[in-house]
């Protein structure tokens, strides 16, 4: 028993943190979907908050530093103007957190996702025209952020963008964890002030950081041996998966 999880309940947990680490590893996102749409089954809403903030900080850096510090620095200032929007539009957006109906967000994010992929996968492009990317990452890092501050969201707009350009996969692992690094700060930082991670919460989170190395590993060395056109389409049918479960989760 750990603060009331029977032992049952917590070997499932580490088996659903190992797998969301795999996904993690081999695409480069889907981690908090999988472990919080499964976890949710079983565990309160406290305990999944928790489950989720340490695996996926750890393995938000390493995917950000796989590559070296240098690299997620270049990473870092290439994308600078989309980060600085979002990180600014989650601070300002979550000021409102409890004046937009959050089911409503999530709908008018799931939608236009899901239709974004499938559009991708049956193979018509969107790709970005080069002279428009600076005025495309302004605009996607405040949908990003506005999402994010709303409903803790703010992937998918940036998957968005890294499938419009074409973005090398290496690349695009590195973006991802570069963003989603620098936001799992913000999102830690907040439930330590905010006294959601108890003590023992703090242990579980913690325990599931192990699992979570592991199953990313594993998933590293599928993602090394993708095709960058295989790793194009997981990443797509991915993201349809991400825009339905939003569909539901709006919807439910």
């Keep these: 028993m750990m603060d009331g999880l029977e032992t049952w309940a917590f070997v499932l947990a ?3 943190t190992f797998f969301g680490g795999f996904v993690k590893g ?3 996102f889907a981690m908090p979907l999988i472990m919080v ?3 949710s089954s079983f565990l309160t809403h406290d305990m999944v908050l928790a489950a989720v903030m340490l695996p996926v900080f750890v393995t938000n850096l390493s995917q950000c530093l796989r590559d070296g510090w240098r690299a997620a620095a270049d990473t870092a200032w290439q994308y600078r103007r ?3 929007v979002m ?3 989650i601070l300002v957006s979550a000021q409102f957190v409890d004046a937009i109906p959050q089911r409503a967000m999530t709908l008018l994010l799931g939608v236009p ?3 974004f992929a499938l559009v991708q996968l049956l193979g018509i492009p969107l790709a970005l025209r080069l002279e428009h990317r600076g005025r495309a990452e302004v605009v996607l890092g405040v949908i990003g952020g506005f999402y994010g501050g709303i409903a803790g969201i703010w992937g998918p707009p ?3 963008y890294l499938l419009s350009i074409n973005a090398e996969k290496r690349e695009a692992m590195r973006v991802q964890g570069v963003f989603f690094f620098l936001g799992s700060i913000v999102l830690l930082a907040g439930h330590l002030v905010s006294g959601l991670l108890t003590p023992s919460l703090l242990v579980f989170s913690g325990s599931l950081v192990v699992p979570a190395v592991a199953g990313m590993a594993l998933g590293y060395a599928v993602h090394d041996r993708l095709p960058g056109p295989m790793f194009r389409r997981c990443t797509q049918g991915l993201l349809v998966l991400t825009g339905l479960n939003l569909v ?3 919807l439910g």
């Design 113 to 115: 996702i899901t239709l």
């Design 158 to 160: 940036l998957i968005v």
């Design 37 to 39: 749409s499964i976890l």
């Design 82 to 84: 989309m980060i600085g």
């Design 87 to 89: 990180l600014v539009c």
């Design 26 to 28: 081999a695409v480069g």
């Design 14 to 16: 580490l088996g659903v």
């Design 248 to 250: 539901r989760e709006a």
